[in-house]
């Protein structure tokens, strides 16, 4: 007996929790159309709203049904011609060399273990059902079979689908989506993010404008230039009120969201692989497995779908011998010393973090042969025989000697020119015949879609994590892909590269991560210019940015809080003034803008660890005590204004509640605000203990903190540094 799924005879599907449903049917004529994405409305015999067959002049009817238009029908999973002219989920030249086709239902079935999808990674399943939809166009001998994943615990459905052609000739998939879902006709706003280096997660937003908006990306990473969600929400939503809507593509590579809105003004969002420079040759008897899309629903406006989401990337994403366990506070090499690590350097730093109380030490970028700047040196992963003469295994050793955990950095994917990989294999490369391949970041990419290739990177990854004496991985990834294409695969498959890239990339992630799993990965390219689900789901944190300044990783941390919760991202304590951006900041500042993210560290060199030492150990022991409050802590965006943000991230029992309020530029005769904490208990009373002003412990009732607010010109008073710009307030308020 199925909880969350029920079918009527005459095809009706209900999917649902106690907080929302999902619902469609089979048409008279065997199309899945759809009824509703939203707020719980259980199951009925009938519904009061639905795909009308409304005479529409000119447009034509599908197959000769009176008033059937499928440009004015919400579907499932469209094809296009045949009447329906929007932008389809699914488009293929079938064996008779045309693109028309329909995908009638065949038949269903309910599962009570989510399945995998082959190759590609998945939400767990948990407590859940799916229901897997066959659709078949007999004619072209086309078979879909959509899954949709519906949890106990979670306002998420999950979808995906795998095509099979059951012809004896080859066909040709010109795109392939993951989900459709058709919304009528309202006025709508999108969210999505976007960026660039260093500046990533800006939110944009917009009236979900006529005609077809696209965030992409073509370049072989999902990439900072727009992350692979997007929430389409009520006008006017807030961050508390209003319905919200969101999708999330759990892949790493080539993607595209969409939202078009027509001429009948109904609005389809569709999720999938990128079709732009993307086919893929069907061979008789085989099938395609779409990546899986994510929709999460909610009625409590933005915080209440980010919640959803970061419930769910916790729980059913993050993989499970991580997700309850608190990071350990780290010290990286990175900005310490960049490319100038080596044995003495890395062991006083190593003794310095154990006396400011860290307990991971982490050798970034420069430990390799002959890797002094990023010019050249990768791809043969020995250790520099001048910088390290004893190997990685031993200061490894060393370093935990002294009580720390050690983490290495690899950048597996690349290759340098000056490398003997390079000299042994120059066709283990992406790229195309004849055509010098352009350099980014003076490296190329290696050719994972090559089994070869994949079983070397594993076997170099191997040999350093076999010794057991690396706690963590950090993983980057530095550059775009360009000249796509790959030397084992023939002409017409060419444009298969980029996605049997991430299928090469997943398969190795999930050879290592099965062996070793217990060593901590990090997920990093460039910050966070591959910074998605897909990655995600073989490692627990990522490391969202490389600005590390803390005004401009507000902003950052802010708009990736939409969709990523505090468990994943990783942040630390980098130098002032800032080597991005060159603006100086308090300790203060750096200290609580990092505070909401799981992962938390530092990122100086001896001199400036030295000098700041009593600051930097009071920054660790606060960091390592609320460590695992934060791996598990619900995040809010109190306040999200030009000049100044607020947090808020409750313990997940609720006991503590953490507040931090950053003003950007100090103003002169500034007004009396206030912000008003979420979500805690009115009927308990709370301590405050406020950071910049131990003595002052004062108790509020939840509902007057609620309710009436807290008062924010302590900041004044409060902060170490003087007056300013650039300027934190941390407060904690402890349930008694
Ligand atoms: C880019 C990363 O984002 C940085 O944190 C650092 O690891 C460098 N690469 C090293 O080259």
């Not at 990834?477 to 996605?499: C, D, F």
Request: aromatic share 10%.
């Amino acid at each position: 007996m199925s909880e969350l799924i029920s079918v009527s005879k005459d095809l009706r599907f209900a999917l649902g929790n106690e907080r929302i449903s999902y619902l469609f049917q089979v048409s008279a004529e065997g199309l899945l159309e759809h009824l509703h994405f939203g707020g719980a409305i259980g199951v009925a015999d009938d519904y009061p709203a639905g795909p009308q067959r409304v005479a529409r002049g000119a447009v034509s009817e599908f197959a000769g049904v009176k008033n059937y238009n499928l440009s004015d029908t919400p579907q499932e999973y469209p094809t296009f011609a045949r009447s329906e002219q929007r932008h389809p989920a699914l488009h293929v030249v079938n064996a008779a060399g045309n693109t028309t086709n329909t995908l009638r239902y065949l038949s269903h079935t309910i599962v009570p273990q989510k399945p995998e999808l082959k190759g590609l990674p998945a939400a767990r399943g948990g407590h859940s059902e799916t229901l897997l939809v066959t659709l078949s166009d007999q004619l072209s001998e086309l078979r879909v079979v959509l899954s949709y994943t519906v949890y106990q615990q979670h306002d998420v459905i999950a979808r995906s689908a795998e095509v099979f052609n059951d012809g004896d000739a080859t066909i040709s998939l010109q795109h392939a989506l993951s989900s459709c879902l058709d919304l009528p006709a309202d006025d709508y706003e999108l969210l999505h993010l976007r960026g660039s280096w260093a500046r990533e997660f800006n939110v944009e937003r917009l009236p979900v404008p006529g005609g077809r908006f696209v965030i992409d990306s073509a370049c072989g990473l999902s990439s900072n230039h727009h992350n692979p969600f997007m929430a389409i929400m009520q006008r006017g939503a807030s961050e508390t009120h209003g319905w919200v809507m969101g999708t999330a593509l759990m892949y790493s590579g080539n993607f595209s969201i969409s939202v078009e809105r027509g001429e009948f003004d109904s609005v389809r969002i569709s999720a999938g692989i990128n079709p732009f420079n993307f086919t893929w040759q069907l061979s008789a008897g085989e099938s395609f497995v779409c990546p899986e899309a994510l929709h999460v629903f909610s009625e409590q406006g933005l915080e209440g779908m980010s919640q959803i989401w970061h419930g769910f990337i916790r729980e059913q994403i993050s993989p499970t011998q991580f997700k309850d366990v608190a990071r350990p506070s780290y010290l990286n090499s990175w900005e310490a010393n960049y490319f100038e690590v080596d044995e003495q350097r890395v062991l006083e730093l190593a003794d310095q973090a154990v006396d400011l109380g860290l307990e991971l030490l982490v050798i970034d970028d420069g430990w390799f042969q002959g890797r002094n700047d990023d010019s050249g040196s990768l791809g043969d992963w020995v250790a520099d025989s001048e910088k390290f003469p004893r190997g990685i295994d031993a200061v490894a050793s060393d370093v935990k000697a002294k009580g720390l955990k050690f983490g290495l950095w690899f950048e597996p994917e690349m290759v340098s020119q000056n490398s003997d990989l390079y000299r042994a294999h120059p066709e283990w490369v992406l790229g195309v015949p004849d055509r010098q391949p352009s350099l980014g970041r003076n490296q190329l990419m290696l050719d994972l879609c090559r089994a070869d290739v994949c079983d070397y990177l594993y076997q170099r990854l191997d040999s350093f994590l076999s010794s057991g004496q690396i706690d963590y991985i950090k993983w980057d990834m530095n550059r775009s892909m360009t000249e796509i294409g790959s030397a084992v695969l023939p002409a017409e498959r060419q444009r298969e590269t980029a996605h049997r890239y991430m299928l090469g990339l997943y398969a190795l992630l999930d050879r290592l991560t099965s062996k070793y799993p217990n060593v901590l990965f990090e997920n990093c390219a460039s910050g966070g210019n591959r910074f998605d689900l897909g990655m995600l789901r073989f490692m627990a944190q990522g490391w969202p940015s490389d600005m590390s300044e803390p005004v401009g990783r507000l902003a950052v941390i802010n708009g990736a809080s939409h969709l990523f919760p505090p468990s994943v991202m990783a942040s630390y304590i980098g130098p002032t003034p800032s080597h991005q951006n060159g603006r100086p900041s308090s300790l203060h500042m750096r200290r609580d803008v990092g505070f909401f993210c799981a992962a938390r560290g530092v990122s100086l060199n001896a001199v400036d660890l030295r000098c700041d030492a009593e600051q930097l150990q009071a920054a660790v022991a606060l960091y390592n005590a609320t460590a695992a409050d934060v791996v598990h802590g619900h995040f809010r965006r109190l306040l999200y204004r030009d000049n100044e943000v607020c947090w808020q991230l409750s313990s997940r029992d609720g006991e503590r509640v953490y507040i931090g309020y950053f003003q950007i530029l100090a103003a002169p005769n500034l007004p009396q605000k206030r912000v008003y904490p979420r979500a805690l208990v009115a009927t308990a009373n709370y301590r405050l203990v406020d950071s910049g002003a131990p003595s002052r412990k004062s108790i509020f009732s939840g509902a007057a903190l609620m309710k009436m607010g807290l008062d924010l010109r302590q900041v004044e008073q409060s902060n170490s540094t003087p007056g300013g710009d650039f300027r934190s307030w941390f407060v904690t308020l402890n349930r008694l």
